[in-house]
């Protein structure tokens, strides 16, 4: 079986950042997308802003993440977001429940995004999820399910590569 790398996260980082106010965008600077939402101008986007298909090349893989570098995929970059899901009220999860729910939610989407299956494919992912202060304290619960090409540069999106 493949290695999922857990990055724990950095949706909540963001939220605190918030204060639940004013908009990520906003106070990184931004992004730029085009009318199909896809991004066309790179820049800081904040953790919890990101969207199935952004790509995006460094984050603080060291610790919380609030911000990643997001560029156009069209551009060289190692990852892309290729399914987020928003985990249900209640506890915050341990870490076992955690997994079991990025296996069960991003495995699937993996297969439906890149056309092959995780166990066949030469790609891995990870995840960001949120913190258990950002989940007490903001209400945080998205998962963000991430394509990771190993520091590989890579120029397009993944979607369909196994296909």
């Known amino acids: ?13 963001a939220s605190l950042l918030l204060g639940g106010c004013a908009s ?6 931004g992004v730029s997308r085009d009318e199909e939402g896809s991004i066309s101008e790179g820049g800081d986007l904040g953790a919890n802003e990101m969207v199935v298909g952004d790509c995006f090349d460094d984050f603080n893989q060291g610790g919380l993440t609030s911000s990643v570098d997001a560029i156009p995929c069209d551009e060289e970059h190692v990852y892309e977001v290729f399914h987020d899901f ?13 997994e079991d729910a990025v296996t069960e939610n991003c495995d699937p989407a993996f297969e439906e995004f890149v056309g092959v299956s995780y166990e066949e494919s030469e790609l891995s992912y990870f995840y960001f999820s949120p913190t258990e202060d950002g989940w007490t304290q903001y209400d945080d619960r998205l998962i963000s399910c991430i394509i990771g090409t190993e520091g590989v540069r890579v120029t397009g999106s993944a979607r369909g590569y196994g296909a």
């Open 1 to 13: 079986m493949r290695h999922r790398l857990a990055l724990a996260a950095t949706l909540a980082a």
């Open 86 to 98: 928003t985990l249900p009220e209640g506890d915050y999860p341990s870490e076992t429940d955690m």
């Open 24 to 29: 990520l965008t906003g106070l990184f600077g």
